[in-house]
Each structure stands twice: as structure tokens, then as C-alpha cells.
């Protein structure tokens, strides 16, 4: 097939809003995005196309196989392109590089009946051979256009080695840090996480799938993964709708909004519906309720899994819940093409049903320009000259450091000066190039990164002595006899760096941890290490917030440095040594222990709030119900002033709008930016109202004694929410505003929202 049907510029998609998910994310934030649909030419084209098609052709576009890479892989590889010649496969999991690409696509084109064009999916989550922070790391920095940034260099070389599609943005809400995939989302607050999931979408896709170097982006995982019970990958979900509409599914209306081109359902249930069994979400919400019309992928084997869930007795009625449920391709598990042609023939499946889900795969083609150039991201002199380029590291080294969070500098220790004489630095973790990865690190190479030790002796006065010690084991953080060592060597410091956390393998998919304390015998280090009353300062590597009780009591200064990625030991010196004042605020909150998992600032009140006074009221015995660091906190080498909450009036209608004002000064020795943040309470509703909600932020840079008035926008929008009978809309009464550097410690005003 050879004909040409280049999707011309931009047209406008129409999504059918109904005022289901909350406005206020928005409202003033970010614009409906617009791709390309097919014309009346194309649709026909693809029409008639589909009119072509066998059944089993047709179940090949909705078929997407994995690569096999491996050395004794030759016979199913050879099965593979055999599958591609018979029209049997859509689309390919795990596979990347131009020599490879082309050829499958060479046999896709040139040697099947119909000559449709392959599409190339891997999971590009947070860099493809540059690698940038963990997206957890990455929200952190409250830069949206920065995050977008990531993506869009992503996308380029993603591309340049023959992929056109990401399995990404994943924009789960998570609120319990035992689950390891926390570290690819944005945190706890829907807020903060919509922003973030549609600069992801835009960074992958820009604003046209025809351009050169943009890619099908992908939102999971739908929905509410990040609520299963006990932190456990793939567990159950049982949340109720008011907390599925107003927590859980906003980022993914927010990626729809943006124009993101598929969805990935999620592997956990809900309320005892499996999501790739879920009609009423998949169907009546994401395609009906937001107009969604591109493709809705499965989860790795997910279909399959539904007899796990015991809800399917065999595969040929997880395939036949699965389409008839909205789940458009089978990733990996080949029950499409086993199961639904049988099913066609027997008159148990509709084949108008395969035929709309085949016409959204076809269209995603058409969006990608796949027809007219089905070799357009097959360039060798692309993919030479085009993947870790020094402008890709310089944006990765810049986004790093925005994402780290200073926890505590009590003494005022850091910045550190470079000329100090003798610095040790402890802990395998400050050693190793290949943590700094994280998890789905994509192409990423262990020797394309910057360890914090080689960031920390390149950053150093060339007269200073950098003294080393791994002190523990990397994948067990067990005392392996170095502890002495380590001892030893920072006896003879005069400053020491210890570096604690976990390795790239503790968080991510199914790396779920049962406590999130610090794993082995790292708080036993930090406390021998203390004895020496040296000054100390600690760097946490970790893919997820940790419960450090004592090292908030006993160490003076702690960096939260994530997981970084290729830059991750150039960002963490340009943050010690003061050449980058540290501006991160945390997405999601740091518990004192695990036991006070799930914990969240925009939690609810009881009937009995916690009161020191009163035994009977909702606290424990052995620590205080508050957080360790809460949701927004971090601190600067410098000090913000809040002063003088104003607003413009004292009473807001539909009408009209509430401009809330706030004075911040510098009040340090030093410039640097502060993340100002505005939240906003019901103080009474038709249901129990949550204590705070994140409504506005702004980030501002003040030099030493400058001041600036920030202002916020309030309006109708910004105090929705699902009342008794499950309307969203705003209540008349009184509403509490809050504004400060995190959402415990802030200014206070109130205004009344009147009755129309």
C-alpha cells in the first residue's frame, strides 16, 4: 500500500466536558490541546481499509508483541517477522534502534497483504538515554515547563532510534510510599499532579503527532493503582467514588485534556471490577463523559490476568470482556489474536465492536504520519547525533538540581565551602553510576553518569583531600565489615558526607517495601558516624519518601537528593557547594514511621481532631500524629518573610472573583527562589470537607532583601467540589485561604461564598 494521506496542520479535537472532575485544575492553567483527526478522505481510506481486512488481520492491528532479545530468542524472533507478513501484529513492545526498526517495518510495508505500518512502543519515563530525574523527583521542583522540557528532549531521542510511542505519562495519585511505583508519578495532591501530567503530555507529543520528533504519549495507569491496599503492586482498590472523582481521577482528565492519544488501563480492580473489565470507567466516563476517541491499551498481560481475578473462567472471556469493555490492544498476551476471530465466527463478539477499536489504531498511525512515511524515525544520522548531546545534559544537570529538597540546616552548615581541607565522604551509595538511574531508566548507561563522588572531587578546591569510604553493601546496606573502615576514615575529616537510602531496585514496579525506613544498618552508621562530633551532613538517595525520625533529631543538615539521573552527581555538588541555592518542595509526605501510613495533608477531619489535652481524640501514644516533613516543605540557604494576607474582598459570587495578596521578603545573605503556595478550606459542607486543598502556586527568585507582592486568583471554580448527591458544584458559606512555602505553615484570611 502506497498511498499518501499526509494529515494536514492542526485540527481541532472537540471533547464533550461534563462538569464530572474538578474545573478549578484548569481554570487559567492550561489550554485544551488540539491534534489531528482524520479528514472525510482519510476516514474513508481507513474505512475501506478495515472493509479489506480478514478477522485475523483486523485482531493483528489490536496484537502487540514483545521483542525478544535474548541469544536463544532467534526462533521466536523468526515467528515474530513471520506474524508481521501475515498481517498478525499491530505493534511491537521493547524493541528500539534504526537497524532493527526499519527492517520490521521494511516487512510491515513491503511483504504483508495490506503493507500497514508498525508502531514502536517502549516505556520512556523520565529520559531515554539522557536520563533526568524520577518524575517524583522531577515534581518536586514545582516546573511544569521544566518537566515538559524532559519530555520533549525524551521524545527526540526516543524517536531518533525508531520509537513512536511511550508508555507515559504515568500520573497516579499515590498516598502510601510502600509502593514502588510512587517514584514515577507526581506525589499525593491531584493539583500539583494534573499540571504535571500535562506537561508530560505536551512534552511528548507538542502539538502536532505529524512533527519530526514527537510521540504518541500514553496516561497510566487507568485507574487509581496507587490505591492498593498495603502498598502492594497489583493489589485491590476499594475507594469510594467521591474519592476516585475528586483525588484519584483528575490528572488523567487533565492528560485528556491535553490531548494525550491513549490510555493504559491499570492492573488493579476497583470496588470488585478489574479496570480492563471496567464498562463504566473505560466506556462511559473516559470515552463518553471526556470524549476521548484514541487508543486504550492493556496493561502487560492484564487481560489475561482476569481469570486471576477470577471474574474470567478462560481467555476467550477475558477477550471478550476486555473489548467489550473499552481495551482497544492486548499488550503481549496474544488472546486478541487467539481468541476474537473464533469469537466473531461464533457470533459472541460484534465485529463493528473490533472494527471501531481497529479504525483507533489506524488513526493513531494517520497522527503519526506512518502511511505517508512509515520510515520517518528510521535516520542513522538522527540516531548518531541526536541522544546525549551536551544541550540534553545541561538540561538535565539544570532540572536536578531544581528537584532536590533541603530538609533541615539548622547550624546553617551548607552551603559548604569548596577550599575546605579534608572532606569525607561515606557510603556505597555516593560511589555507585548506576542508582542515579532509578527505575525504568529507558537507554540510560551506567557510564553516561555522574556519580555524587566524582560530582563532589570535580566540584572541590583542587587543594581539598575527598577521603572515601563504601562503609556498607549496596544491595543489602548490611555492616560488611567496613563499618570500622569508614570509622577511620572520617576521623580524619574535618567535614563528613554521608550518603544513605536505598538502591534503584527498591522502588518501582513490584518493588514494594513493607517499612520505609532506612534499609540495614544505616541508622547504626549515622549514629557511630555522629559520635565523632564531626560536622555531618546527609544526602538521601531514594525513590520514595522514608521515615528518618532520627536523623531530623540528631543530624543538622539533610539533602532529599532522589535519584537524579546522568547529572545526579554534577546537581548534588552544585547544591552543597553553594553554586545552585536549593529550591525544591516535597510532593508527598515524609511519615515519622510506617505505621503512619497512608498519611496525606489533604486528608479529612474526625469528630475527635487530635488534641494533646484530650486522651479520647484521634493521635498515638508512642509519637505525634504529624507528618516528619509535610506535603510543600522545603527549605533555601536563604529565609523567606510572609507577611500581610489581603484580599480583595470578603465575599465572592459566580460574578466575581477574590485576588488574595501576600508580601514575601528575602530576609537571608543569599538570592534564591521560593515556591508560594495557596490552599483553601470549606469550613462547613454536606460532607465532610478536606482540612486543605492546593489551589495556586508560584514560584519567585529574590535577591537578598528584595520583596514582592504575589497574587492569586480565586474564583467560583476554585471551591467546587461533589456534595451529598454527588453534584459538583460550590456550597455558599465561609472559606478559610491559606498561603505560605508549605501547607502547614501558612498565612490566613476568609472570605464567604454567598448564595446566588
Not at 488513526?363 to 547525533?385: S, T, V
Request: glycine share 8%; charged share 20%.
Amino acid at each position: 500500500m502506497k498511498k499518501s494521506h499526509h494529515t494536514s496542520a492542526v485540527r481541532n479535537i472537540t471533547l464533550t466536558i461534563i462538569l464530572l472532575i474538578p474545573t478549578f485544575l484548569f481554570t487559567g492553567l492550561m489550554a485544551k490541546s488540539s491534534f489531528a483527526l482524520l479528514d472525510s478522505e482519510e476516514k474513508h481510506f481507513i474505512d475501506e481499509l478495515i472493509n479489506k481486512m480478514t478477522p485475523e488481520e483486523k485482531c493483528g492491528q489490536l496484537n502487540q508483541i514483545r521483542w525478544n532479545w535474548s541469544e536463544d530468542g532467534e526462533e521466536e524472533r523468526q515467528r515474530n517477522r513471520d506474524y508481521i507478513k501475515q498481517g498478525m501484529v499491530g505493534s511491537f513492545l521493547g524493541i528500539q534502534g534504526v537497524k532493527m526498526t526499519r527492517e520490521l517495518q521494511r516487512l510491515a510495508v513491503e511483504e504483508s497483504r495490506l503493507g500497514i505500518p508498525l508502531m514502536f512502543a517502549q516505556d520512556v519515563i523520565h529520559g531515554w538515554r539522557t536520563i533526568f530525574p524520577v518524575p517524583l523527583a522531577e515534581s518536586c521542583g514545582w516546573n511544569p515547563d521544566a518537566v515538559e522540557k524532559s519530555c520533549r528532549i525524551a521524545a527526540i531521542e526516543a524517536t531518533a532510534q525508531g520509537l513512536h510511542w511511550t508508555f507515559a505519562p504515568m500520573v497516579d495519585i499515590a498516598r502510601d510510599p510502600r509502593w514502588g511505583r510512587i517514584v514515577e508519578g507526581a506525589g499525593e495532591d491531584p493539583y500539583i499532579g494534573s499540571l504535571m501530567a500535562a506537561a508530560r503530555v505536551r512534552g511528548f507529543q507538542g502539538y502536532d503527532l505529524g512533527g519530526s520528533h514527537t510521540m504518541l504519549a500514553c496516561a497510566k495507569h487507568f485507574c487509581a493503582y496507587g490505591g492498593a491496599e498495603g502498598g502492594r503492586d497489583y493489589d485491590t482498590v476499594d475507594i469510594s467514588d467521591r474519592t476516585l472523582r475528586e483525588i484519584y481521577l483528575p490528572p488523567f482528565y487533565a492528560a485528556a485534556r491535553a490531548g494525550v492519544q491513549s490510555f493504559m488501563g491499570a492492573f488493579n480492580e476497583i470496588s470488585g471490577i478489574p479496570m480492563h473489565a471496567n464498562k463504566h470507567l473505560n466506556i462511559d466516563v473516559l470515552r463518553e463523559e471526556w470524549g476521548f476517541e484514541g487508543i486504550f491499551i492493556s496493561d502487560y498481560t492484564a487481560i489475561m490476568e482476569l481469570i486471576h481475578h477470577g471474574i474470567a473462567a478462560d481467555s476467550a472471556s477475558a477477550a471478550l470482556q476486555a473489548i467489550t469493555s473499552g481495551v482497544d490492544i492486548d499488550m503481549v498476551s496474544s488472546i486478541y489474536l487467539n481468541y476474537l476471530p473464533v469469537l466473531i465466527a461464533s457470533g459472541k463478539l460484534s465485529v463493528q465492536l473490533v472494527d471501531q477499536a481497529v479504525y483507533r489504531v489506524l488513526q493513531a498511525k494517520f497522527q503519526l504520519d506512518l502511511f505517508e512515511d512509515p520510515f520517518r524515525y528510521h535516520d542513522e544520522i538522527r540516531e548518531r547525533d541526536q541522544i546525549l548531546t551536551e544541550s540534553h545534559r545541561k538540561h538535565a544537570r539544570a532540572i536536578a538540581r531544581e528537584s532536590i529538597v533541603l530538609l533541615k540546616n539548622s547550624e546553617s552548615l551548607l552551603p559548604l565551602s569548596k577550599d575546605i581541607d579534608t572532606l569525607a565522604v561515606i557510603g556505597a551509595l555516593a560511589a555507585d553510576s548506576d542508582t542515579p538511574l532509578g527505575s525504568w531508566r529507558g537507554a540510560g548507561k551506567k557510564e553516561d553518569v555522574i556519580s555524587v563522588l566524582d560530582g563532589i572531587r570535580k566540584n572541590i578546591s583542587s587543594k581539598s583531600v575527598v577521603l572515601y569510604s563504601p562503609a556498607y553493601d549496596l544491595n543489602t546496606f548490611k555492616d560488611s565489615g567496613e563499618f570500622y573502615k569508614a570509622l577511620e576514615t572520617a576521623s580524619k575529616a574535618n567535614l563528613i558526607i554521608l550518603v544513605l537510602g536505598e538502591n534503584a531496585y527498591m522502588s518501582g514496579e513490584a518493588n514494594n517495601r513493607s517499612g520505609i525506613e532506612l534499609p540495614g544498618d544505616q541508622i547504626k552508621l549515622a549514629k557511630e558516624l555522629s559520635s565523632l562530633n564531626k560536622p555531618l551532613v546527609v544526602l538521601l538517595m531514594n525513590g520514595r519518601p522514608l521515615a528518618v525520625p532520627w536523623l531530623a533529631e540528631n543530624v543538622s543538615s539533610i539533602l532529599e537528593t532522589w535519584f537524579l539521573g546522568v547529572e545526579m552527581g554534577a546537581a548534588v555538588a552544585d547544591v552543597l557547594f553553594g553554586d545552585f541555592n536549593p529550591s525544591g518542595k516535597l510532593t508527598s509526605t515524609f511519615p515519622r514511621k510506617t505505621g503512619q501510613i497512608p498519611i496525606y495533608y489533604n486528608h479529612k477531619n474526625t469528630g475527635r481532631p487530635p488534641n494533646l489535652d484530650d486522651h479520647y481524640t484521634s493521635k498515638y501514644l508512642d509519637i505525634p500524629w504529624t507528618p516528619l516533613f509535610p506535603f510543600g516543605y522545603g527549605l533555601s540557604y536563604t529565609n523567606f518573610e510572609y507577611n500581610s494576607i489581603q484580599l480583595s474582598g470578603n465575599s465572592l459570587n459566580s460574578d466575581n472573583k477574590i485576588i488574595v495578596t501576600v508580601e514575601v521578603k528575602n530576609t537571608g545573605e543569599l538570592a534564591g527562589h521560593e515556591v508560594v503556595q495557596l490552599y483553601i478550606r470549606d469550613v462547613v459542607a454536606s460532607v465532610t470537607p478536606i482540612v486543605k486543598r492546593l489551589r495556586g502556586f508560584k514560584k519567585i527568585y529574590l535577591t537578598p532583601g528584595q520583596r514582592q507582592s504575589v497574587k492569586f486568583e480565586i474564583t467560583i471554580e476554585d471551591l467546587k467540589f461533589y456534595n451529598l448527591d454527588m453534584e459538583y458544584l460550590a456550597e455558599p458559606g465561609t472559606f478559610k485561604v491559606y498561603v505560605g512555602g508549605d501547607s502547614e505553615n501558612c498565612l490566613e484570611a476568609q472570605f464567604v461564598l454567598e448564595a446566588n
